[in-house]
């Protein structure tokens, strides 16, 4: 069952990506294919996010690689993949991977408001007394967010709307970030 989902999500994410990049490099007919490739690449930003934690016995190294598309100066949609590690000395080790589909709007110059569906795979392993513990499922997040941004960088808050403070991955639902696309 949890394959199953993450193959359907896996195969969703590629086939959205596929659609979305071979409509916009054909839309301008043949006649326009090499004008119409090489203007696309003018807009495509590639980047995302790192994340590292390190505290007394606590580690938590994410990386979050992403892709977007600028379809004008206001609007920006995109994919990102996701890979983390947690660990908690004596007590648990989790491994994360998922992916995300993006959309951003920048209604001044200054400001990014996002949206932000992801969906994630969590195997955590837990050390007990008299043995071990397992689990292993999947977590959506729906973020809402808005920022600062300067170039390529911007600084913010997201809020996850779907939080359930019994099964997200995250401690919280509000979450600060920081992202770079060069």
């Known amino acids: 069952m949890k394959k199953c989902r993450f193959l359907i999500v896996s195969k969703f994410i ?3 990506t596929i659609l979305f990049f071979s409509n916009a490099l054909f839309a301008q007919g043949q006649t326009f294919a090499s004008k119409t490739q090489s203007n696309f690449w ?8 790192i994340g590292l934690g390190f505290g007394s016995g606590y580690t938590d190294i994410s990386i979050s690689p992403s ?3 600028n379809i004008n100066q206001t ?4 994919t990102a993949l996701r ?3 947690v660990s908690s000395k004596n007590n648990f080790t989790s491994t994360l991977y998922g992916g995300s589909l993006i959309g951003l709007i920048n209604p001044i110059p200054k400001i990014q408001l996002s949206a932000e569906i992801e969906e994630t795979n ?5 050390q007990l007394e008299g043995g071990n513990l397992s689990t292993e499922y999947w977590n959506t997040a729906l973020y809402f967010g808005a920022g600062y941004r300067t170039g390529g960088i911007t600084i913010g808050l997201r809020y996850d709307v779907l939080y ?5 991955v995250y401690g919280d639902a509000f979450m600060p970030f920081v992202r770079i696309y060069f």
């Open 83 to 85: 890979f983390g590690f």
């Open 122 to 126: 969590v195997s955590t392993n837990y």
């Open 67 to 69: 892709t977007i598309y």
């Open 164 to 168: 359930k403070a019994n099964k997200s």
């Open 75 to 78: 609007v920006s949609v995109g």
């Open 14 to 16: 590629l086939l959205v």
């Open 42 to 49: 003018k807009n495509v930003q590639f980047g995302g996010e």
